[in-house]
């Protein structure tokens, strides 16, 4: 177990995306909204905890078959998309007032994900490694 990841930004983050996430989807529940927006929400609250025990239990180290960082830049960019839809239906549709709330958290969960895209960018620019070309540090 990697106990310094969740006191990391990153770490934090993944925290924060999976407790915003289960706020928006507790909205949509309550609400009685869409099925599609609850789902939305509930998938989103368990791909981000999936990952967030991948990186807590070190099995991106162990799995090497697949480059995780990048498949996490990808699940955080294409939960943006549908958060962007969904949030905005939501809030536009506003049927109740916890699927306005819902929405609304839609929409701050869509800056998590993106800035959760922006750590990972770094982190993985920071890690590649050097080539020949590559100035020595």
């Known amino acids: 177990v990697d106990r310094a990841f969740p006191r990391s930004a990153r770490g934090a983050l993944k925290i924060a995306r999976t407790l915003v996430a289960l706020a928006t989807l507790l909205c949509f529940v309550a609400s009685g909204a869409h099925e599609a927006?609850?789902?939305l929400a509930g998938m989103e609250m368990v791909i981000t905890v999936l990952f967030l025990l991948?990186?807590?239990l070190r099995l991106d180290a162990r799995m090497r078959f697949l480059f995780w960082p990048?498949?996490?830049?990808?699940?955080?960019v294409i939960s943006a998309l549908f958060l962007l839809v969904v949030g905005l239906f939501a809030i536009i549709i506003k049927t109740n007032k916890g699927t306005l709330a819902g929405g609304v958290l839609g929409l701050i969960l869509l800056v998590l994900c993106i800035v959760d895209v922006v750590l990972l960018c770094?982190?993985?620019s920071l890690d590649r490694a050097r080539g020949r070309s590559a100035p020595a540090k």
């Open 37 to 39: 927006y609850t789902a």
């Open 54 to 56: 991948l990186y807590l």
């Open 70 to 76: 990048l498949a996490d830049i990808f699940n955080s």
């Open 122 to 124: 770094k982190k993985i």
